[in-house]
């Protein structure tokens, strides 16, 4: 009997939502209900998949721009750092990087405590490793990278009577002045430490191609 009741009763209310038409309204609200969570949905996935094909695009442009940097854009965005350098015939080199060129570096290795730093230039030919680089990359053409290369330099050292040490890559020496420099070596005069470049004073004149070249000082 109870049950009947609770029929008779929930038919009266349907009968009365009928027939003020509030049944077809409810109706309505559910189906508009149902379309806003179906859009709300669609567009949380929109978002996510934006958000992943940012990720992806970001990673691939990364890749990218990895895949076209040279070491020397990665040695200018490092300019100052101390790094150790593995150079053909000198083995491991530490020093801190100070100048970058076209096809060169200078570093300022550490001599006789850290009060004391000694400038050598390498050729990037004779680098054969670099460690302790950041990762970061200079993507600015020619950012901070000096314009000229290893034959401007040492024609330079020439010009000015500069005495230099010239280590090669076969692990031996020839120190003097370069009398000069040619499309791929450059002529040195052998010369005692302490007397000026003079034909007198002249033992022998070394050329020494560019590409034998690990490191040059200034003694």
Excluded: Y
Aim: proline share 3%; net charge positive.
């Amino acid at each position: 009997m109870t049950t009947i009741r609770c029929h008779r009763r929930l038919f009266g209310k349907l009968d009365v939502f009928a027939a003020t038409g509030q049944v077809d309204g409810l109706a309505g609200r559910l189906k508009r209900m149902r379309w806003s969570r179906l859009f709300d949905d669609l567009e949380a996935q929109l978002v996510r998949l934006e958000a992943a094909d940012l990720e992806s695009e970001i990673a691939e442009r990364a890749r990218s721009e990895r895949g076209q940097a040279s070491l020397v854009q990665a040695l200018v965005a490092d300019t100052g750092r101390d790094v150790t350098v593995r150079v053909l015939g000198l083995g491991p080199v530490s020093g801190a990087i100070a100048d970058v060129g076209q096809d060169w570096l200078m570093l300022d290795s550490t001599v006789q405590g850290p009060a004391r730093r000694r400038s050598a230039l390498v050729p990037l030919q004779a680098v054969q490793s670099v460690a302790g680089l950041s990762g970061f990359l200079d993507q600015r053409e020619g950012a901070s990278q000096r314009r000229f290369g290893l034959r401007s330099v040492l024609r330079a050292l020439g010009r000015d009577r500069t005495m230099v040490r010239v280590q090669l890559s076969g692990g031996w020496w020839v120190q003097g002045t370069i009398d000069r420099v040619g499309r791929d070596h450059c002529d040195l005069a052998e010369h005692p430490d302490d007397a000026p470049r003079r034909n007198s004073e002249v033992r022998a004149v070394q050329s020494v191609p560019f590409w034998a070249m690990a490191a040059i000082r200034q003694i």
